[in-house]
């Protein structure tokens, strides 16, 4: 029986490497099986993704619900985990839910409609903003006449070029149009679907989430070690302190600064109100860039109206990036994620290439995850070999490990 043991080890070895090439070169090269397998079990498995990311950004409001409204305090149920009381648990999630569907009806109620309007008026002054553009154009390219020339034939072909396909390709454009959106229509009824699937499940994940915490804590102490259920733990809770500060609080201050924009525009009576007020708020929720990316489009919409009023729209932006740089983001996400400048631009560039905006917003988040644990990683490393973990200490050279002689110094 010995015998036979000592070839188990080597030939399961033996075997998951082999298919490991095997699956890595079919990825490549082959038929792609397992990717389509993957995006089949990720379409299935889309609704709870839905929900679980929902009660992972609920799950705080119930809490402060329990807590402070009803004063309810967690039960031990049996010796596997402690709950709230069913009726307070099941009270928090409806309040919950209906403060949360109140608001988005206010906002859908007021925003859409004005939203609306402002992509009408857009739409409907193409023409006026061409004739604008090219006046610009003409006076700046005043004193070089060729090249002038040269922009004006551009703009005037493309300009053509748009008008023809709009009055003689209508109708050709019009049939692939109502094809796609007939396959639209189903996807956005598929998206819809599953997302009210998502909050189905996301009220079971709430209801039960002392439950789900438990069972995942028996699952993991039964896989692995002592000493490796400690460093497990210690790093779902930094992941969990980083993504749910960073998350939550990031997508609270882009509406807090969607709202501040379009009560400001408003008031100062800027054109394209809510459409500029969506751009800011949603590009908001991008570290570092967001700012710049929701301004500039913006000031260039407001430019087409008026100069004057795109300048004054300028300085309102930078009081408002002010005031969230130094007062609201601070009080909101604090120093959440601990990642230095560089490495946000870096996560940001990344996420954004391969994934797009999503990337750009969950990038951070990411890599500060991976970031903090590499500095733990290093830093013990460093206990180990007694040197210091303080980064001051390697501006002037390598420091002398504890148990080495100090002339041994790298320069």
């Known amino acids: 029986m010995t015998q036979k043991n000592k070839y188990v080890k080597p030939g399961l070895a033996v075997f998951c490497t082999v298919g490991a090439i095997l699956l890595f070169y079919d990825t490549l090269f082959g038929s792609k099986a397992l990717l389509r397998f993957g995006r089949e079990l990720l379409s ?70 004005e939203l609306y309007k402002s992509i009408v008026q857009l739409i409907a002054n193409v ?149 500029v007020s969506v751009i800011v708020g949603v590009t908001n929720v991008i570290p570092f860039f967001g700012p710049f990316l929701g301004a500039i489009p913006s000031i260039f919409l407001i430019l087409l109206v008026s100069p004057l009023q795109a300048v004054y729209f300028s300085i309102f932006i930078l009081a408002l990036q002010q005031l969230d740089g130094n007062v609201i983001g601070p009080t909101i996400l604090g120093e959440k994620t601990g990642l230095p400048s560089l490495w946000v631009i870096l996560a940001i560039l990344v996420g954004g290439h391969f994934f797009g905006f999503i990337g750009m917003f969950f990038g951070v988040p990411v890599c500060a995850c991976g970031y903090n644990a590499v500095t733990f990683l290093v830093e013990r490393r460093l206990e180990k070999k007694h040197m210091s973990s303080d980064t001051g200490d390697y501006v002037a050279g390598v420091p002398a490990a504890g148990d080495e002689p100090a002339e041994e110094q790298t320069p």
């Not at 119930?62 to 069913?86: C, N, Y």
């Not at 999630?93 to 409609?113: D, K």
């Not at 992941?239 to 100062?268: A, H, N, P, T, Y």
């Open 127 to 275: 023409e006026t903003y061409y004739t604008t553009i090219s006046t610009w154009l003409h006076d700046l390219f005043e004193t070089y006449p060729q090249l002038e020339a040269w922009t004006v034939t551009q703009l005037d072909g493309y300009f053509l070029s748009m008008a023809d396909n709009l009055q003689n390709r209508l109708l050709e454009w019009a049939t692939s149009l109502m094809t796609l959106v007939s396959g639209g229509v189903f996807g956005v009824i598929g998206f819809f679907g599953n997302l009210l699937v998502g909050v189905i499940v996301s009220v079971y994940f709430l209801a039960t989430k002392e439950a789900v915490a438990a069972h995942t804590r028996k699952v993991v102490c039964g896989l692995f070690s002592g000493e490796k259920v400690y460093w497990i733990f210690r790093g779902a809770r930094k992941v969990d302190s980083i993504f749910s500060g960073f998350v939550r609080g990031k997508l609270l201050d882009s509406l807090i600064i969607g709202i501040l924009c379009f009560i400001g525009c408003s008031i100062l009576r800027f054109p394209y109100t809510p459409l």
């Open 44 to 113: 299935a498995v889309e609704p709870i993704l839905y929900g679980a990311f929902m009660a992972y950004l609920l799950s705080p409001v119930i809490t402060f619900f329990e807590k402070r409204l009803f004063k309810a305090e967690k039960a031990t149920v049996g010796r596997h985990w402690r709950k709230v009381s069913g009726g307070v648990r099941a009270l928090s999630i409806f309040l919950t839910w209906a403060i949360l569907g109140v608001l988005l009806f206010l906002l859908g109620y007021v925003l859409l409609p």
